[in-house]
């Protein structure tokens, strides 16, 4: 795996981690209001970014490497649930329970794809 992969999975990986912790820490807050222009724009137009290219060396890494256990459909897959779970962290009344599942399949296979 080169360095540009590596390094990019691991700011996925750290994007998924934060969201968590965003979701956590919002949900306990009473009163909290979405600043969308203020915070969720903005962080999510840097996010996008970072997602596409991360996506764009990713699938061009997979149809080099051909590594055994690891798909582009599962990188397409993992590249939509990251942007669920990004954006949803933001929104206190986001489902707890599907939230976590994409939370946790975004690890694996990130964890994956770094331990390849």
Do not use: C
Request: no cysteine; glycine share 0%; hydrophobic share 35%.
């Amino acid at each position: 795996m080169n360095e540009d992969v590596k390094k990019s999975t691991e700011i996925m990986f750290q994007y998924n981690e934060v969201a968590v912790e965003r979701l956590a820490s919002i949900q306990q807050e009473e009163n909290y209001e979405v600043k969308f222009f203020e915070e969720v724009k903005p962080y999510g137009d840097i996010f996008f970014k970072e997602l596409d290219e991360w996506a764009s060396l990713v699938t061009e890494w997979l149809k080099k490497e051909r590594p055994k256990y690891i798909h582009v459909n599962q990188v397409e897959t993992l590249k939509e649930n990251l942007q669920n779970v990004v954006l949803q962290s933001f929104y206190p009344e986001t489902r707890e329970k599907r939230f976590k599942k994409m939370y946790h399949s975004n690890k694996y296979v990130l964890e994956s794809i770094l331990n390849n």
